[in-house]
């Protein structure tokens, strides 16, 4: 048996399925990009038939991104195969996945088919995959639940007529871990053909298990684990690639398998796909989170001091983490930050190194240390400004005990100038109601949250939120010391959004059902 484990990542798949995380074409061709750099194996890029922004997301991916095999989804229907095949014809290795539900509960409530019509759709879409690339992968949907007889004979019968890997999912996160390893050894002793496939896995987090029922898969055979960047994906999520690689990288002497992970890109990775989907990481999110490297009692910080194995079983640069926390400060130059930019595996053009280096300089004059963490948000706010939105040129607002909250705001797009105020339940909220009356728009606000970059009472502070209107929704993302001007600013980012999108194509149409 190989002992490399071949890494699919669904991040702008099952991930991007999340509510609320959904990303334009551009910002998937973005993350895949970054997938590229990651050195993942497969990108499942969409759910081609879905909408029309997916198939055009999968195509663009597919002719930008040469190294992985790009995927798309299909269910196990002709029109899905169909709509695979085109969205791919550009992928250098197209690979298309299709599925059917296999569990009891699921061909009698949800397909009201026998087991026979459903072997029958899924070879036949097999089949039908094949006769477009070599590369064709089957899941037996709920598979974790499928009675171990008929998920035996569905997959020797897929295999036969072609399917080159198959998935086995725990699409409802149910599985427990010593129990999913054996159904995976089961699968390898009782399905005669089964040396003709690879064994994958795709686990849902339910149970907060989907890491653990994917490294017990390894143990008994699987070969390709489907996991998402920060565990994103339906309801609690899907199993974080992040957490697989560096368990099977570090427990090596355990598993005995590599993968082909570039894990010194994880972190950066990390921050794209929260950025462009608007989740946040929660700081104690294993690998990624803001404190996964963080040691705060006397004596851990000591423990590490003396020697860092103590209490540090991964180097936080394995995974990009930048090792020094404090960087630069107002008296640093160009050069010095020029180089830590470079570090932190930044490739700027002149005139961005140049605006990066004007908003390091004012993020200086405001705050004592500038961390690498700092430095990031910065990068990637000024990345986040595109042409034809508007910008907040000027904020005033005022709050205190018995004043009411007012904010006045101007905002520039080219040449045209807004400027007004409005009052509100605070200074947020004010700065909120006079962005909606200047643009004449009344989104709702369906999530805020506010975090700090780094630590001490200068910090950077940075605000998500996610804003509704015109059946989208839409999230922004800013950061700065003062936290009502990071409000605003992130605000005004969804609403651009907003504003954006609602001029273009409809988002997802079809369902993920067969
Ligand atoms: O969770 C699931 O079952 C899926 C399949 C389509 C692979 O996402
Ligand atoms: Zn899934």
Redesign the pocket.
Known sequence: MSDRVIVFDTTLR?GEQCPGASLTPQQKLEVALQLGRLNVDVIEAGFAIASPGDFEGIQLVARHVKRPIICS?ARALPKDVEAARQALKKAKRPRIHT?VATSDVHMKYKLNKAEDEVIQLAVAAVKLARKYTDDVEF?P??AARTRHDFLFKVLEQVIDAGARTV?I?D?VGYAIPVEFGETIRAIKNNVPNINKAVISV?C?NDFGLSSANSLAAVLNGARQVEVTINGIGERAGNASLEEVVMALKTRKDLFKVTTGVCTEEIYKTSRLVSKLTGFVVQKNKAIVGANAFAHESGIHQDGVLKYRRTYEIMHPKEVGFGESKLVLGKHSGRHAFMERMKALGFSLSPAQAEEAFERFKRLADQKKEVYDEDLMTVLEDQAAKAPDTYQLTYLHATSGTGVVPTATIRLTRGNQTLEGAASGDGPVDACYKAIDRLLGVRPKLVDYSIQSVTSGKDALGEVTVRVQGNGLVEHGRAAATDIIEASARAYLSAVNRLMLNGKKSPRKTATSQP
């Open positions: 099952d989804l599925f899941s949907e709920d998935n999912p699409t795709h849902h």
